[in-house]
């Protein structure tokens, strides 16, 4: 088969348009949610250096490799500091990578092919919110995509595949993510060659794959000991393998499935469709190049579904890997030159859902505008009036996919994530205490909280360096010392000793509602 060349240009400006997107406003954003406890770990890795693990209060954490850590560091370095720009950066980096990668696969086919499937995947919503964070994942997706770019192109040129470059790449997905860095792109590699039906390839990847990960696992192990000891040992095994298997309110096998028709909009639900209309041509023997490509994807796609379907741990974001196959899959609706009854009607129904989408827009603006008034609110209903008329003008469908690929961008940039950051904001609120506990000479304790969560989310927003104390009862705690608890924890304390107690302010840390109170009363007394 003659392959298509991919276009410098295209590459270039799809790696450095995406990286804008995936940077854009970041410098000054607040650190909230789940990534909190990546930027504890690199608050500590900048602060005292370079470490095999992670760290949280100086001790090492089992569940993750300090790669992705080591990278954030060299970014914060590389900059001249540590914030959420330079958090992010390394992801928002990996996440162009994966686009540009998408895009190679496709344009393998077809340019156009390419083109849309790079779109498509900015047009998925876990994927774009995943490269404007710190994601481990993300890093994940982009090595299966360049293994399944270089074992596609391998096979449409009759050459053999480097299995040293991909031993290589399987080496660094390890290094970040563990073993689900392995068991991922290992997956979408074997079934790739299961279902050209070569047997030898198959089995040469699956025994290399395997090995491989026994051997970075022994690896992984071996430094956990010398780090710290066989007790640490025996976490890391427990966090990063046997803890996923355990089945301790795991979600039930068709939590994937379901979850991601809003997680992955808007490009799982029109796979759906779309394999509606192709799945009987994909089970025939022979396939044309393009229903050749369409099989692999939907190979990707499932092996990935399925097989994460069997641990009992299961979160969303661990499953960023199907993100480029959902995209090469809806790029391929919209190259088709003649399709069938039932693709010619999808194609023009989502067609002509892209020409009234700056409409759509504008429709949930002035919802947003009568509940929660959004910021640049006026600005942004300008931009889609004016990329309406546009749309209209123009009567291109490839406007129309643009147009709307870039409302959906700006609206999740500049409406979602601030109503996300509003909801689950904590810098302020830390940063009142901080600077009141310094002028008070006043040590810090959580009340019956844990190490994670809350606490972290407390941390990562305080300027300096200060480790809490944990207590379980009020009376461990000196007269002077600040005290925060959640409003829950706090009201069930009994009232005689909430009556010696004296509340200092209320607030949210994230989600959670707490109270900061002292054993003796403040001075001046202070409550907001």
Same mark, same amino acid.
């Given at each position: 088969?003659?392959?298509?060349?991919?276009? %410098?240009?295209?590459?270039?400006?799809?790696?450095?348009?995406?990286?804008?997107?995936?940077?854009?406003?970041?410098?000054?954003?607040?650190?909230?949610?789940?990534?909190?406890?990546? &930027?504890?770990?690199?608050?500590?890795? &900048?602060?005292?250096?370079?470490?095999?693990?992670?760290?949280?209060?100086k001790t090492p954490y089992p569940d993750y490799l300090g790669t992705s850590t080591f990278l954030i560091y060299l970014a914060a370095k590389g900059l001249g500091g540590l914030n959420k720009l330079t958090a992010v950066l390394p992801s928002a980096i990996a996440g162009s990578i994966t686009l540009v990668a998408t895009y190679l696969?496709?344009?393998?086919?077809?340019?156009?092919?390419?083109?849309?499937?790079?779109?498509?995947?900015?047009?998925?919503?876990?994927?774009?919110?995943?490269?404007?964070?710190?994601?481990?994942?993300?890093?994940?997706?982009?090595?299966?995509?360049?293994?399944?770019?270089i074992a596609y192109r391998a096979k449409l040129q009759q050459q053999k595949i480097p299995l040293i470059l991909i031993l290589l790449l399987l080496t660094a997905s390890f290094s970040i993510r563990g073993p689900l860095g392995i068991v991922i792109p290992a997956g979408v590699l074997s079934l790739f060659y299961l279902l050209y039906?070569?047997?030898?390839?198959?089995?040469?990847?699956?025994? /290399?794959?395997?090995?491989? *990960?026994?051997?970075?696992?022994?690896?992984? *192990?071996?430094?956990?000991?010398?780090?710290?000891?066989?007790?640490?040992?025996?976490?890391?095994?427990?966090?990063?393998? %046997?803890?996923?298997?355990?089945?301790?309110?795991?979600?039930?096998?068709?939590?994937?499935?379901?979850?991601?028709?809003? +997680?992955?909009?808007?490009?799982?639900?029109?796979?759906?469709?779309?394999?509606?209309?192709?799945?009987?041509?994909?089970?025939?023997?022979?396939?044309?190049?393009?229903?050749?490509?369409?099989?692999?994807?939907?190979?990707?796609? *499932?092996?990935?579904? %399925?097989?994460? /379907?069997?641990?009992?741990?299961?979160?969303?974001?661990?499953?960023?890997?199907?993100?480029?196959? *959902?995209?090469?899959?809806?790029? &391929?609706?919209?190259?088709?030159?003649?399709? $069938?009854v039932y693709l010619f009607w999808l194609q023009k129904i989502f067609y002509a859902i892209c020409r009234i989408f700056p409409l759509i827009g504008l429709a949930a603006l002035t919802i947003l505008h009568f509940r929660c008034a959004a910021s640049n609110e006026w600005t942004l209903a300008a931009l889609f009036v004016t990329l309406?008329?546009?749309?209209?003008?123009?009567? $291109?469908?490839?406007?129309?996919?643009?147009?709307?690929?870039?409302?959906?961008?700006?609206?999740?940039?500049?409406?979602?994530?601030? %109503?996300?950051?509003? +909801?689950?904001?904590?810098?302020?609120?830390?940063?009142?205490?901080?600077?009141?506990?310094?002028?008070?000479?006043?040590?810090?304790?959580? &009340?019956?909280?844990?190490?994670?969560?809350?606490?972290?989310?407390?941390?990562?927003?305080?300027? /300096?360096?200060?480790?809490?104390?944990?207590?379980?009862?009020?009376?461990?705690?000196?007269?002077?010392?600040?005290?925060?608890?959640?409003?829950?924890?706090?009201?069930?304390?009994?009232?005689?000793?909430?009556?010696?107690?004296?509340?200092?302010?209320?607030?949210?840390?994230?989600?959670?509602?707490?109270?900061?109170?002292?054993?003796?009363?403040?001075?001046?007394?202070?409550?907001?």
């Open positions: 088969m003659k392959l298509n060349h991919f276009s %410098i240009t295209d590459t270039t400006l799809i790696f450095l348009g995406s990286l804008f997107f995936f940077t854009f406003g970041l410098q000054h954003a607040e650190i909230i949610g789940f990534e909190s406890r990546f &930027y504890v770990f690199s608050l500590e890795m &900048y602060r005292h250096g370079v470490t095999w693990f992670p760290t949280t209060y696969i496709g344009a393998l086919q077809k340019r156009a092919l390419g083109l849309y499937a790079a779109g498509f995947l900015l047009f998925t919503l876990a994927f774009l919110s995943a490269a404007r964070t710190i994601s481990l994942d993300i890093f994940v997706t982009a090595f299966t995509t360049l293994i399944f770019y039906q070569n047997i030898k390839y198959f089995f040469v990847i699956a025994i /290399s794959c395997l090995g491989l *990960l026994l051997i970075e696992t022994g690896v992984l *192990l071996l430094i956990a000991a010398h780090v710290e000891d066989k007790s640490f040992m025996h976490a890391v095994l427990h966090m990063q393998v %046997i803890g996923r298997l355990q089945t301790n309110q795991t979600p039930p096998w068709y939590f994937y499935f379901l979850e991601n028709i809003g +997680a992955y909009a808007i490009t799982y639900p029109l796979c759906i469709l779309i394999l509606l209309g192709t799945g009987r041509e994909l089970l025939k023997f022979k396939l044309s190049p393009d229903l050749k490509l369409l099989q692999l994807l939907f190979g990707w796609l *499932l092996v990935i579904l %399925i097989g994460l /379907s069997i641990p009992a741990d299961k979160k969303v974001r661990y499953i960023l890997s199907i993100a480029p196959a *959902l995209a090469l899959i809806c790029g &391929y609706l919209c190259v088709l030159t003649n399709p $069938s309406q008329v546009a749309v209209l003008l123009l009567r $291109s469908k490839h406007t129309a996919f643009a147009s709307a690929l870039f409302i959906f961008i700006l609206s999740f940039i500049l409406i979602v994530e601030p %109503i996300n950051i509003k +909801a689950n904001q904590a810098s302020s609120f830390v940063q009142k205490i901080e600077k009141l506990r310094k002028l008070k000479k006043a040590k810090l304790f959580f &009340y019956q909280e844990g190490r994670d969560g809350l606490v972290i989310k407390y941390l990562a927003n305080m300027s /300096s360096e200060d480790y809490p104390l944990f207590i379980d009862t009020v009376e461990n705690a000196p007269s002077n010392a600040f005290i925060i608890a959640t409003e829950e924890h706090f009201e069930a304390l009994p009232k005689n000793k909430r009556a010696d107690l004296y509340p200092i302010a209320r607030g949210k840390i994230g989600h959670d509602k707490v109270i900061v109170f002292s054993k003796t009363v403040p001075r001046p007394k202070v409550l907001f």
